[in-house]
């Protein structure tokens, strides 16, 4: 199995541009989480699914800021136009049934820097 | 809304001594996570805790629940350097969602 697979590692932008960051989960997982995490505000949960459905979105920032998962092995999160203060460390985390003892697994987080 | 509270934030301390760190949450859960993140790496679990009174232990960590304290522990046993890294706790509050919050994390450093 070879995890939750988030691209790009890294992604450097210019503010305003629009940003893409994908996440492939562990197949047959039913949850699929997004986080963001900064030193000042540390891990916020911005928004999660299941099966393939949005269920909670109230984390995420703004109306610039949308997430899809359009069948069972990918999300996007897209930011658009991105600002500087996004910078920060996004990671995609699944988890099988959302069952009591499942704990998540982590993709390894995409970097993003705006300029 | 929940929260999820950790101290102390930062620890330093000495190979061999012993130390526990904290977290509080703010709201009815009956379940808690701890996870340990490496710099610049992803996250990985550690503990699931499920019930009132619930210890798990690995190695020199040991991880305890206390539900209507709202309060978890890690206690760590004579640390070793390579326990250095940054914990996390998470709840899922009893709402019948699956909203893992996330605490502030506190980044250890084990000095040799």
């Known amino acids: 199995d070879a995890g939750v697979i988030q691209s790009p590692r890294h992604e450097v932008t210019e503010m305003g541009q629009e940003v893409t960051l994908r996440c492939k989960p562990i197949?047959?997982?039913?949850?699929l989480f997004w986080y963001r995490q900064t030193m000042m505000r540390g891990l916020e949960l911005l928004i999660y699914?299941?099966?393939?459905?949005?269920?909670?979105d109230s984390g995420m920032p703004e109306d610039r800021f949308s997430a899809k998962m359009p069948n069972a092995s990918f999300s996007t999160l897209k930011i658009q136009p991105s600002e500087p203060r996004d910078s920060a460390v996004y990671f995609c985390?699944?988890?099988?049934?959302?069952?009591?003892?499942?704990?998540?697994?982590f993709g390894s987080g995409t970097q993003l820097s705006v300029l | 809304e929940l929260k999820v509270e950790q101290n102390p934030l930062f620890l330093s301390m000495q190979e061999g001594k012993n130390y526990t760190i904290y977290c509080n949450y703010s709201?009815?859960?009956?379940?808690l996570y701890w996870y340990r993140q490496d710099p610049g790496k992803s996250l990985e679990s550690l503990f699931v805790?499920?019930?009132?009174?619930a210890v798990k232990q690995e190695g020199r960590l040991m991880a305890s629940l206390d539900t209507k304290a709202r309060l978890s522990t890690l206690h760590i046993t004579a640390a070793v350097h390579d326990l250095s890294a940054t914990y996390f706790c998470?709840?899922?509050?009893?709402?019948?969602?699956?909203?893992?919050?996330f605490g502030t994390g506190t980044r250890l450093k084990v000095l040799a």
């Open positions: 985390a699944s988890s099988p049934t959302g069952a009591s003892n499942e704990k998540l697994f």
């Open positions: 197949s047959g997982h039913d949850y």
């Open positions: 699914f299941n099966n393939n459905v949005p269920i909670d």
């Open positions: 709201t009815t859960s009956d379940r």
């Open positions: 805790l499920l019930s009132n009174g």
């Open positions: 998470a709840v899922v509050p009893v709402s019948g969602t699956y909203k893992y919050i």
